[in-house]
């Protein structure tokens, strides 16, 4: 087999067979294959796409290049979600103990923060002393024993996507559904959970833009997922303004701790309610929505979820007395409120501009090599289609150096207004299975 005879293949839209695939991928990982050859590969791939058959094959290749995490031992089912990233995003924080106190194993593996802001694992480091690198034994021990870890890869997880990944970035070839769901999957494929929850966003802030192209990666990865034999199953949520109120590492651990408390933002509780329905069905924890919902419920009215979340942060070593006063937790040297120039109601809150912004305070990173401060971020005082007035806070900048007027001019106009209520958008626009 030759690498040329694969490429040709694919640029005149042939489909590729399972042989071919993996003689590419394991010429990835054993460098028989170039760079430049993977490159080319990588953009017929771009313009013909692949099909079903193809891309599960292809995670399924990835998933094989590297260590795959054996959660046998480990009773029950084992349940993962997944978010292609948000700005404000700090689900994983709530659901996670709301869905283990019902019962369900949640063993997740994240990645750090590859856009502008942090990524789960940067929030829960905000915490003093938590530890996200657990040996592969104390990460079953701690969900066998507690029902519920969240830790950073382990061992030499799909290093294949690694390398795709890299050349992906540098070829401009990184926004292909087929790339991306065989990258997402190769890696919740490795990490060896039995059901898993994509919450795949669309909108400005997302990778996505439109729902029609959510959906679309979302049906390409839970195909992935159940042909190798997950439970998977999807929600399509909007990404048009940012989740909940606050954007930033620090911030989004109190946000998540007020919302597994029952005092969290309307948008991101129901986010966690709706994702939560769906693992605990998929866990045969609940058999109806209705029933899950209750447990769910009563997992924060009781504080069980709440305890559950004190339980993983001492279980990894990190400062529980910052979970029961998160007045505790790092903290900016200013506070700036924003107020707003205007009257109106507000018609967009511009989550990307929102991003970077909050990135050049310091939460999050632009090159892999910035180190992160987690008490900076942004507070939004206001969501979509609320009425405000001129001299209403818009909201509040969490800071460590001064704001440059620049910067608060570009912060001005990460909103805009609108004379009317404007349409009011669902946070969970669909379910897929
Ligand atoms: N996240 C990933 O892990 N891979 C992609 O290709 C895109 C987003």
Wanted: net charge negative.
């Amino acid at each position: 087999m030759r690498i040329l005879d694969i490429i040709e293949k694919k640029k005149i839209n042939q489909a590729l067979t399972e042989e071919e695939i993996k003689f590419w991928i394991d010429g990835v990982c054993d460098e028989s294959v170039a760079d430049y050859q993977t490159s080319a590969l990588l953009m017929t791939i771009f313009f013909n796409g692949m099909n079903e058959y193809e891309t599960a094959i292809l995670a399924e290749a990835m998933r094989n290049s590297g260590d795959i995490i054996d959660l046998s031992d480990i009773p029950g089912i084992k349940a993962d979600k997944h978010s292609t990233g948000g700005v404000g995003d700090k689900t994983s924080l709530a659901l996670c103990p709301m869905v283990a106190s019902c019962g369900l194993r949640v063993a997740k593996m994240s990645g750090k923060g590859l856009g502008h802001t942090g990524g789960t694992l940067d929030k829960l480091e905000s915490i003093e002393g938590f530890n996200i690198f657990l040996s592969e034994d104390d990460f079953k021990k701690q969900v066998n024993e507690i029902g519920l870890a969240i830790i950073g890869q382990t061992g030499d997880l799909v290093p294949a996507d690694k390398k795709l990944y890299a050349l992906r970035d540098v070829t401009a070839t990184v926004d292909s559904t087929a790339l991306i769901a065989s990258s997402i999957m190769s890696k919740k494929l490795a990490s060896g959970s039995d059901s898993i929850l994509l919450d795949v966003k669309y909108g400005e802030g997302a990778f996505m833009h439109t729902v029609e192209d959510a959906r679309e990666l979302a049906k390409s990865m839970i195909s992935i997922g159940n042909s190798l034999g997950k439970s998977t199953m999807a929600m399509i949520t909007d990404m048009n303004q940012p989740l909940g109120n606050t954007i930033g590492n620090a911030l989004e651990v109190k946000e998540a701790v007020e919302t597994i408390q029952g005092r969290g933002p309307k948008d991101f509780t129901e986010l966690c309610m709706c994702a939560g329905e769906i693992m605990l069905i998929q866990g045969n924890i609940a058999s109806t929505k209705k029933e899950a919902r209750k447990m769910l419920e009563e997992s924060i009215s009781s504080g069980r979820a709440y305890e559950k979340f004190i339980q993983m942060v001492k279980a990894q070593g990190g400062n529980i007395e910052q979970i029961k006063n998160t007045e505790l937790l790092p903290k900016s040297k200013f506070i700036t409120e924003i107020k707003s120039k205007k009257s109106g109601y507000i018609n967009t809150i511009h989550s990307q501009k929102l991003g970077i912004l909050a990135m050049q305070l310091g939460a999050g990173r632009a090159s892999k090599e910035d180190e992160i401060n987690y008490a900076v971020g942004l507070k939004l005082n206001v969501k979509k289609t609320e009425k405000i007035c001129e001299g209403d806070s818009l909201c509040s900048v969490y800071h460590d150096e001064s704001l440059s007027l620049d910067w608060i001019e570009r912060l001005y106009s990460a909103f805009s207004y609108s004379d009317y209520m404007p349409e009011h958008t669902k946070i969970v626009e669909e379910i897929l299975k």
